[in-house]
């Protein structure tokens, strides 16, 4: 929590940054792993960390999850993975979609695990994994409604035979993604075709080079939550480990990232005048401005623009005029004591109010995903912890 005048959190060189709670992840992790229930085996969770872990930082999220019982992660791409292999230690990162083919290399070489969807890619990265005298971890993912990537579903086992066929592929799971991951008649549907597809490839039977069994994945949080008929071997769990849901604040789970600047300057302005880029917002009192170095070159819309409100100093606060690309303005006439240095709370947590992603998202029309990965383009990250994950 922000106090009044607090003293700068770390040696960060600008009055403006995101603060990420990692013991927020962890109690929402442990919340998720509650959802799944005592039914053994419990499916295993893969932490989504693509994106820079939805903008909560990929390396300090990833590293606190698989100390708190993630058993694999998720990445959008190569490089992606290759920035956390470190971290990751031995853990397997599945990267989520075809990788390009001249990646290939660095990815088996990273020890990360390739998404496949077609014979030219399965084929592809056999090459190179004999080039490389190494064995690829492959997965096959298969189109089960939502017509975007995977393999038809006609198509799974004539893959899979082919992969097994091939000495230089290891093959680990068989997978799909939900189209609308919370409505229980879509994700049942998807769910009877990706069932079908492993019934038909008779997949409990089939094991990988190591003898183990292949993984079955459809979930991801919404799915993993409501409909435990989606859960299978194993859970790809990202919005929820980070405490948002798409467009509401959630009522269980603790956001981990807040938004605050610190006023760089207060200035008086009489009744009747105009402030910002295009003066769009006019004084009807004498009203005290407080400036903070953030602006829509950090991830904060202009169309959020008088729109937004800040906690300071346990009050909500009005952000008044347009957004700039560095800088926005809140009137906070009603805070007298207020002084330049304090901290303004755009988003999270303060004296037991909160601002959530979601307000924005909802004002946006838009969800908390996209927002949350946009905050990070040049604001720095300062990680916490507070005592019993409060
Ligand atoms: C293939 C895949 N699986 C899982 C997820 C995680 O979804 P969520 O953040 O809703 O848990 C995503 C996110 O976009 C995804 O693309």
Redesign the pocket.
Known sequence: MVTHRQQAASSVRRDAWVEIDLSAIEKNLSIIKNWMGTEQPAPQI?A?V?SDA?GHGAAQVAEVLLASGATWL?V?SVDEGSQIREIASGAPILI??PSPFWALGTAISDSLDLTVTSISEIEAIADVARKLRMCARVHLKVDTGMHRIGCPPEKAKELVELIEKLPELDLKSI?S?LAI?DDEESVRAQNNIFSTVLKDMDYESRKNAQGARLIAHLA???A?HHFPFSRHDLV??????YGLE?TKNSKTLTPALALRGRINHIRDIEEGEAVGYGLTWTAKRPTRLGNIPIGYADGVDRKLSSRLQGLLSGKLINQVGRISMDQMLFDITDVPEAQEGDVITLIGEENGLRIGLSEWAVMLDTIT?ELACRLRVRLPRIYTRRRNGQ
């Open positions: 893969m989504v693509k939805y998720a959008a989520l979609s997978y993604h991951a991801s949080s919404d993993a790809r769990v990202g919005l929820n480990l798409a995903y």
